[in-house]
């Protein structure tokens, strides 16, 4: 008796991790984020890969590496500022999913680089961020589709970033 039991509940585990991993999938993303605070707009290409675990929860992570420069003039000195990298881990929930689209919300940490150079002098800082924002999917055909989302990343050294991106993505799976 003590052995069917035991069967029967392997069994009722195995069927529904299947029936979890039918609902699992995840997401690979490329596109352009645009970092603005502190009077500063840096440019980046962003990496991103979610992994869902059903239609509503997943993590994702994402890899930022900065393209180009901006100036800033703090007391008549002129620094030319770039973001070297921004490296991050979310949980992601989706209150409004379906194969086609989702609205989303996302909480996570994150690291940033930033390096500033004046007249031959060069320095780099990172700092760590609670990062949090929102964002939407639409999938052209429920596995290819476009992300726009913000995150504000507010650093413990007591400044933030606002952050905007645009985004390519392929669903696999789910």
């Given at each position: 008796?003590?052995?069917?039991?035991?069967?029967?509940?392997?069994?009722?585990?195995?069927?529904?991790?299947?029936?979890?991993?039918?609902?699992?999938?995840?997401?690979?993303?490329?596109?352009?984020?645009?970092?603005?605070?502190d009077?500063v707009?840096?440019?980046?290409?962003?990496?991103?890969?979610?992994?869902?675990?059903?239609q509503?929860?997943?993590?994702?992570?994402q890899?930022?590496?900065?393209?180009?420069?901006?100036?800033?003039?703090?007391?008549?000195?002129?620094?030319?500022?770039?973001l070297?990298?921004?490296?991050?881990?979310?949980?992601?929930?989706?209150?409004?999913?379906n194969?086609?689209?989702?609205?989303?919300?996302?909480?996570?940490?994150?690291?940033t680089?930033?390096?500033?150079?004046?007249?031959?002098?060069?320095?780099?800082?990172?700092?760590?961020?609670?990062?949090?924002?929102?964002g939407?999917?639409?999938?052209?055909?429920?596995?290819?589709?476009?992300?726009?989302?913000?995150?504000?990343?507010?650093?413990?050294d007591?400044?933030?970033?606002?952050?905007?991106?645009?985004?390519?993505?392929?669903?696999?799976?789910?």
């Amino acid at each position: 008796m003590m052995r069917s039991i035991i069967a029967a509940s392997l069994s009722a585990l195995a069927i529904g991790s299947i029936a979890q991993a039918q609902d699992a999938s995840y997401t690979l993303g490329a596109g352009y984020e645009r970092f603005s605070g502190d009077g500063v707009d840096l440019d980046s290409v962003v990496l991103r890969g979610r992994y869902d675990f059903n239609q509503y929860f997943g993590v994702e992570g994402q890899a930022n590496i900065g393209v180009g420069d901006d100036s800033v003039t703090e007391l008549g000195i002129t620094a030319d500022v770039s973001l070297d990298y921004a490296v991050g881990v979310f949980g992601v929930i989706r209150p409004f999913s379906n194969e086609h689209g989702n609205v989303f919300l996302r909480a996570g940490y994150t690291n940033t680089q930033i390096d500033a150079s004046v007249a031959g002098f060069s320095a780099s800082a990172d700092s760590d961020a609670w990062a949090y924002g929102i964002g939407g999917e639409y999938l052209f055909d429920g596995r290819n589709g476009v992300r726009f989302d913000y995150t504000n990343f507010d650093y413990d050294d007591g400044g933030s970033s606002d952050v905007y991106g645009i985004s390519y993505v392929r669903r696999f799976g789910g």
